[in-house]
């Protein structure tokens, strides 16, 4: 095994593999980068294969196969049954458009496990505008069943922000519905796509509390039916969430064209330099990386992040996020109470939800993309 750091590191167990940054949605809050990369720079099967089975090795349990849209890649059965073959639990996180039973079977035979289907809207109208995509809608009802006909559990991901926070009643009756196991009511994390639309994305405060009670209630009248999971919005928040569980600490995400990141908003903090599975194995980039040693553990932390007794609970948050809003990745996440940037955080988000901006930058592959 290779030396680990100067300081000691566990072992990953979750991975989110960026397959492509293709996708047939454009939507507005998409957290891949501002500049997408094409398909002439995705890593060819043999390299996937390969990097899935030192995944295994290095102790992955679970692979999340996500993009851009995975199904897409023509050899993602190839991918699955390589997964499935080292042991690794597969779970595929879809658009769910385009996708006919026969692949779904397909994905199923080869060993696909789980699949996580996004849905803009708990409508076909909302659907439709957030994903510029028309007649989603009932493709993803479709998947859904098919899904479930194939006996595979399924996951409805609801991506929440301005425009659907009223629907998240009915996102709940949907994920009923569609017999789906998990309903995740995912508020909209301002990176990437998402940054560039926040003031058309972000949402009231007060729609946001009205949410949160919904979900409480909900979640205990549906104790043993419906499994809710709740993404809290950072900009409300008062404490901040784990980044991936901790800066590299049991998770990290590969880029279509094969670059490993603590997380999946990682590029945007300038001053890192990432590792490629082309040049390095992933056992190497794990423990020797300088990205993933940067910000692993609390060594690196400032006041009051240093002397906080939450310091082992939550990292001090979002590197990228202390990042954007305070201009110092080592600062104290803004989205903290205890952060002197909190108030600023508060006001930023008030101000971003009154503005009312309606039209969508919307997400795709351009001229000047790589």
Known sequence: MTDKSAQQVGLPIGMLAELTHRCPLQCPYCSNPKTLLKANRELPTADWQRVFEEAAELGIL????SGGEPTLRRDLEQLVQTLSRCGVYTNLITAGVNVSRDRLAALADAGLEHVQLSIQGADAETTERVGNFRGGFEQKLATAAHTR???LPLTVNAPIHRHNIDQVDAFIQ??????ADRLEIANVQYYGWAYLNRSALMPEREKVDRQI???ERAREDLRGILTIDFVTPDYYADYPKPCMGGWG????????????????AAETIPSLTFDNVTTKSLEEIWYTSSAFNAYRGTDWMQEPCRSCPRKDIDFGGCRCQALALTGDATATDPACM????????????????EMKQTEFIYRRI?????
């Open 62 to 65: 679970q692979v999340h196969l």
């Open 149 to 151: 006909a194939l006996g």
């Open 174 to 179: 949907l994920a009923l519905d569609l017999d």
């Open 213 to 215: 009670e919904l979900i």
């Open 249 to 264: 600490m049991d998770a990290f995400a590969i880029t279509p064209d094969g670059k490993v990141l603590p997380c999946h």
């Open 338 to 353: 205890l952060s002197p940037h909190h108030d600023r955080i508060g006001e930023l988000a008030a101000r971003q939800a």
């Open 366 to 370: 351009s001229a000047d993309s790589a």
